[in-house]
């Protein structure tokens, strides 16, 4: 029953890896001790391992990783040497399985960060997993936050310059001196200013009850990290003691957990910590070896790039074989004699057969059809003829076309019936007149006058509906040519003054106003 359990957890911890694409990574020294490098807290860790070795320490080999260590000389040396072979054993130290899975989901852009508590070195080391120091302030960061710093540089207490860390500097209860303050320095002193001193090196690394000086970058990094919203967080080889590192974890698990599809593991020999900070907080706890964990995803390194043939194999597979399974990578064969693939060749005419010429285009004719033109209306004659479909017919709008019609006849018969009235009514005033002008023919010397002028024509009325005619006497000739009827003669002399008002002429007028 329990390996059944076993095998449910391991699978929901491998379908997690293989799948999340924003997986955050808190990491502490249980990792590192497949390589080599114990860890600080296990019955064989360093506190336990440096309180025996060094008569100095306190009450535990604690005590060596806290700030106090430079306030003597004993204790100076005792960290000296400390330092000086933890060093040496991180440089012979290789990655183990657990640290090839990580650089392998930073190489595939599924690692959003790794949070590691380890001085080692080892997974900034490799490629992937490789940090900036000191850690920048602003973005981009970079895969790997130390959160204690590392055994692979040293910096000046003084002026603040790094260097690579060299072990064998660190030997007696002194600290070394900084090269680069002792060469300012020197030149002050050259120029006749005073020295300002010079600082001592120490590995840059953070120890207890001290400043970290990485501090308002690891703050920013994390909360950039908060607000992308990881969807794993996995906690392995620590205890989760520093209560700023409990303080991350529980906030990366609260925002993973609080997502859809989030998944929270822990990964530990020792069990998962107690308290209500931490109640509800993991998604499955694997009580087990980082790198049986790694192993059993799966996930290849992060430097094969060709995989290769392979083959899944069952249990029963494994079981046959006595629970050993070898693996074989066989080099791919490289044929020899392939030409490079190259830019493919520009398209060309199609070459003409032979005894055809090349075709010319033919020229328009404007007059005369073309030879053509004649076999395209022969074929057109050859053609049936459409069937013409009568259109069905509206009876509305037949109606209304020809009411329509009928009342513009009606009105053009009106109208030309009138102007013929007109026209008979004037024909029988012109022939009235003529007659008048016949009995009367001194009328016709008499040209029309307007009514509104005086003049004296009271012989003759010239209304237009009432003619008066002078009596003639039957036993007298009539009246002699001489009289005028054309001139007009005033009844009233025309008085020029009398028309201008004022009576007085303007200036410069005179000659013009008679």
């Keep these: ?202 590995p840059r690394m953070v120890l207890y009850n001290e400043f970290n000086p990485d501090e308002e970058a690891i703050g920013a990094v994390s909360a950039a990290d908060l607000k992308s919203r990881p969807d794993a967080v996995i906690v392995v080889g620590t205890s989760l003691k520093i209560p700023g590192i409990r303080r991350l974890t529980k906030e990366m698990c609260a925002v993973a957990r609080g997502r859809r599809g989030g998944f929270t593991a822990w990964i530990n020999l020792d069990p998962e910590p107690l308290g209500v900070d931490f109640k509800d907080s993991w998604d499955l706890v694997v009580r087990g070896e980082s790198d049986e964990v790694a192993r059993y995803v799966g996930l290849p390194k992060w430097d094969d790039k060709d995989y290769g043939e392979f083959k899944i194999v069952t249990k029963e597979e494994v079981k046959a074989n006595g629970g050993h399974l070898e693996v074989v990578v066989k080099p791919l064969e490289i044929m020899k004699g392939l030409a490079t693939p190259g830019a493919s060749p520009r398209s060309q005419s199609p070459i003409l057969l032979e005894g055809l010429s090349k075709s010319k285009q033919s020229k328009l004719l404007f007059g005369a059809k073309s030879a053509s033109e004649e076999t395209n209306s022969k074929k057109k004659a050859n053609r049936k003829p459409k069937l013409k479909v009568d259109q069905p017919k509206n009876k509305i709008t037949n109606a209304f076309m020809t009411s329509k019609s009928t009342t513009t006849i009606a009105a053009k018969s009106a109208k030309s019936t009138a102007n013929k009235a007109s026209k008979a009514k004037t024909t029988a005033a012109e022939k009235k007149l003529e007659a008048q002008a016949t009995l009367f023919p001194n009328l016709t010397k008499l040209s029309p006058v307007s009514p509104v002028s005086h003049r004296n024509n009271s012989a003759v009325a010239l209304s237009k509906y009432d003619i008066h005619l002078p009596k003639i006497q039957t036993d007298q000739p009539p009246p002699s040519s001489t009289y005028d009827p054309t001139t007009p003669v005033s009844e009233k002399p025309y008085d020029r003054e009398a028309t201008i008002s004022p009576r007085s002429k303007p200036s410069g007028m005179e000659n013009l106003i008679l």
Excluded at 26 to 53: C, E, N
Aim: with cysteine; charged share 20%.
């Design 1 to 202: 029953m329990e390996h059944n359990v076993n095998d449910i957890k391991l699978r929901k911890i491998t379908e997690a890896l293989r799948s999340k694409r924003k997986i955050v990574v808190i990491a502490g020294a249980g990792i590192s001790v497949s390589a080599g490098i114990p860890d600080f807290r296990s019955s064989t860790g360093l506190f336990t391992t440096l309180k025996s070795q060094h008569k100095t320490a306190k009450s535990s080999g604690k005590h060596l990783f806290d700030a106090s260590v430079y306030r003597n000389n004993n204790s100076t040396k005792d960290f000296h040497d400390m330092v000086r072979e933890l060093s040496h054993l991180t440089k012979n130290a290789a990655p183990t399985p657990f640290h090839h899975m990580l650089a392998t989901l930073a190489e595939e852009g599924r690692l959003l960060r790794l949070y590691t508590q380890n001085v080692d070195g080892i997974d900034t080391a490799i490629q992937p997993l490789a940090t900036t120091v000191p850690l920048n302030k602003k973005g981009p960061w970079p895969k790997t936050v130390q959160l204690h710093g590392g055994l692979g540089k040293m910096v000046c207490s003084k002026c603040g310059h790094l260097s690579d860390f060299d072990g064998a500097l660190f030997e007696g209860p002194e600290a070394p001196s900084c090269t680069e303050c002792i060469t300012t320095d020197g030149v002050r002193i050259a120029g006749g200013l005073r020295s300002h001193g010079i600082g001592c090196l120490r």
